[in-house]
């Protein structure tokens, strides 16, 4: 800037000299000015925050690596050191949107962080098999069923063989004892009360028929995961990370 300034015969004040040096000097010491986050001895903390974020953080922080370095995220505190693991790498990235390729590697991650999980299905027959391909996965895991809940039901007039299947595989119950919440099109308006418990929101496909709530659901959220074979085709400014 102060060289094309002096080149076309611009006066320079002292003080846009002395603005120009102090960014300079923060340009080049970057890393003791950025915002970030970082394990010390097992422990997340983080580096530079103003005093409201850290006592935020430090009130809200379950003393859980993972748990703890989204939280971080969510602050703005991206995390630093070098991602060693999924939730390392969801806590590096800026962005909110993550790919996983299958059905046990999505529930590995899962059950590495405490809170709920939202999964959202679109609307077609083929999202009855991805929850029946679900609890095979969970038993072949060695997870419980009971953790999870099937926040949906099919017509009895039509099938209602997907309605008793739910209740003889202990998908149904209470939603408070479950950490896994599976929605067909559209979350509850309840989930909503309670969405800072929901750490992630997932999803079978990128761009699922889903309404207006789930669909801002996948775009606002902190972490969205979308669980299928084929990694998605992202859309224009969008940054999809493998885990």
């Known amino acids: 800037m102060i060289e094309f300034c002096n080149k076309h015969g611009f006066e320079i004040m002292d003080s846009a000299i002395e603005a120009a040096s102090l960014v300079e000097e923060i340009w080049n010491n970057q890393e003791e000015f950025l915002r970030t986050s970082f394990i010390e001895n097992g422990k997340v903390k983080l580096q530079n925050a103003v005093v409201e974020t850290e006592d935020y953080f430090n009130k809200n922080k379950i003393c859980e690596k993972n748990s703890d370095l989204v939280l971080a995220k969510n602050l703005g505190h991206l995390y630093a050191g070098k991602p060693n693991t999924s939730w390392e790498k969801i806590a590096a990235n800026k962005t909110n949107t993550f790919h996983c390729k299958d059905i046990?590697?999505?529930?590995?991650?899962?059950?590495?962080?405490?809170?709920?999980?939202?999964?959202?299905?679109?609307?077609?027959?083929?999202?009855?098999?991805?929850?029946?391909?679900?609890?095979?996965?969970?038993?072949?895991?060695?997870?419980?069923?009971?953790?999870?809940?099937?926040?949906?039901?099919?017509?009895?007039?039509?099938?209602?063989?997907?309605?008793?299947?739910?209740?003889?595989?202990?998908?149904?119950?209470?939603?408070?004892?479950?950490?896994?919440?599976?929605?067909?099109?559209?979350p509850a308006k309840w989930?909503?009360?309670?969405?800072?418990?929901?750490?992630?929101?997932?999803?079978n496909d990128l761009l699922p028929g889903l309404n207006s709530s789930a669909k801002s659901m996948l775009k606002s959220h902190p972490c969205v995961i979308f669980i299928s074979e084929y990694k998605p085709v992202k859309q224009y400014g969008e940054t999809i990370v493998e885990l």
Do not use: H
Request: proline share 1%; hydrophobic share 40%.
């Open 104 to 186: 046990k590697s999505f529930l590995k991650i899962c059950y590495g962080v405490t809170g709920k999980i939202v999964i959202l299905l679109d609307k077609t027959e083929q999202s009855i098999d991805w929850v029946k391909a679900l609890a095979w996965n969970i038993t072949a895991c060695g997870y419980e069923k009971t953790d999870f809940r099937v926040c949906f039901r099919t017509s009895n007039q039509t099938d209602p063989s997907f309605n008793k299947w739910v209740n003889e595989n202990g998908f149904g119950g209470k939603i408070s004892d479950a950490k896994f919440l599976i929605f067909r099109e559209k």
């Open 191 to 203: 989930l909503f009360k309670d969405e800072k418990d929901v750490i992630i929101v997932a999803s």
